[in-house]
């Protein structure tokens, strides 16, 4: 039975597509529907729509049920449509109808609704956990092979000297604006959507803000209507934060592959982090990369598909929305592995030494020529050209130290003023307020 079932019982076909795979991505949400269903009937006793005992007893069966999710020991039964069907389903059975009054005052729209916040609201969490992990480990290395030298380079030809420490600290520095979207699709994400019902409110006198304060959120969505319009919209949003993580992440993976091949053999990693070739066994492959690569840039392509498959839909519900989880929820399961793997990874690269001794990367210090005569007085434009001369009669013979000073350069990082700055961002997440609400309703 379905909870919008009345007297007719779907075709089997039609019942098949439109549930799809919503009872599989509904468990992501099973434990998030418990605590929304936890804060709604509080909210209920306290306009007197619940009676006290009510209270106790439903809220000791659904702790209970969220000790099972927590346990793996829960799922959604065969012929049960999705999460809260099957929750309010088995306090039925066990509390007869008093299990029945815990969908007053709200609308299967607006338990959605808060329960894809609340989720998506803990895997924001988890990310930024995952980003501070890769970022912490990038800095470390910056410092550790500051002093190690490799080539830089632009539209692929040999450019100017750069080092492991600039390379190391550059992603570090790409995550900290990273998390500065993430940080603002976090405050959409962080309001109440709870007791907009089906998109227009309830006839119940609800208060919602006793629902956002037991549920931690920062603030509700207070129009109805655009608490409605939010799904899809959150989505999206959420989506296009962590692309730009996705994005730092690729990016640093094709460097990776790209410096590990033996045409420029710039570090290397243990055997048994890369793989080999059924056919030719000197192959040390960088598949890890390869994938974490891939796997980011479909996640860069995740908020245009989510926006083409919400463009131009009127306000209120519609069942396209519920296609969202499917593409949604399991990238964000890619998103956490890429950053751990790249966090093994990186925490076993072997830098390799002396990379630039190699005549071959003599013209990198070009510019280092150039600019030695411009501070000698001769004219930019000048220098310039005799530097491009020597180099064309074979008169080019360079000095190969390196001297820069200047704030983010070779010799001046800046490393601790970029963690600062990442400090400041996570500082900004509410996560001890949010775990502390949660704590108080499944206490």
């Not at 998390?179 to 907009?196: C, D, F, M």
Request: glycine content about 6%; proline content about 3%; some cysteine.
């Amino acid at each position: 039975m379905k909870l919008w079932q009345k007297d007719k019982a779907s075709l089997r076909e039609v019942e098949k597509f439109t549930i799809g795979k919503d009872q599989e991505m509904d468990m992501f949400l099973a434990r998030f529907d418990v605590l929304g269903s936890l804060a709604h009937i509080q909210m209920l006793e306290s306009i007197s729509l619940l009676e006290k005992n009510e209270l106790l007893v439903l809220s000791a069966e659904l702790k209970s049920i969220y000790s099972r999710i927590e346990s793996g020991d829960f799922s959604v039964e065969p012929g049960v449509e999705d999460i809260h069907s099957q929750v309010e389903l088995e306090l039925t059975k066990k509390l007869g109808d008093v299990g029945k009054k815990i969908h007053s005052g709200r609308s299967r729209n607006d338990q959605v609704l808060v329960d894809v916040k609340l989720y998506l609201r803990y895997e924001i969490q988890e990310v930024v956990t995952e980003v501070k992990n890769l970022f912490d480990l990038l800095i470390t290395q910056s410092e550790k092979f500051k002093d190690h030298l490799l080539p830089g380079y632009t539209h692929l030809q040999l450019a100017m000297p750069s080092s492991f420490g600039l390379w190391f600290g550059a992603y570090a520095e790409s995550l900290t604006d990273d998390l500065t979207t993430v940080h603002a699709a976090y405050r959409v994400v962080n309001k109440n959507p709870l007791g907009s019902a089906a998109g227009y409110g309830s006839s119940f006198p609800l208060n919602r803000m006793l629902t956002t304060q037991l549920l931690g959120f920062e603030t509700l969505n207070y129009n109805v209507v655009y608490a409605q319009m939010g799904r899809g919209k959150t989505e999206r949003i959420v989506a296009s934060a962590f692309a730009n993580v996705a994005a730092t992440l690729a990016k640093l993976s094709m460097d990776a592959c790209l410096f590990l091949n033996q045409n420029f053999g710039f570090f290397s990693f243990p055997d048994d982090l890369t793989t080999g070739s059924s056919i030719m066994p000197h192959k040390k492959n960088p598949d890890v990369f390869e994938l974490i690569r891939a796997r980011c840039n479909q996640l860069v392509a995740l908020p245009n598909e989510i926006s083409l498959m919400t463009a131009n839909l009127p306000s209120g519900y519609h069942r396209d929305l519920q296609l969202l989880k499917e593409i949604l929820f399991p990238a964000i399961q890619h998103l956490k592995d890429c950053l751990r793997m790249a966090h093994l990874m990186l925490s076993n690269i072997q830098v390799k030494e002396n990379i630039l001794a190699d005549e071959k990367y003599q013209y990198l210090f070009s510019v280092e020529e150039v600019n030695k005569l411009v501070l000698s007085g001769v004219p930019f434009r000048d220098a310039y050209r005799k530097v491009g001369l020597d180099i064309e009669q074979g008169n080019y013979h360079p000095d190969k130290k390196i001297h820069h000073t200047h704030e983010g350069s070779i010799g001046n990082l800046q490393n601790e003023t970029i963690r600062q700055m990442m400090d400041k961002v996570i500082s900004q997440f509410d996560f001890k307020v949010v775990e502390e609400a949660m704590k108080k309703l499944v206490g």
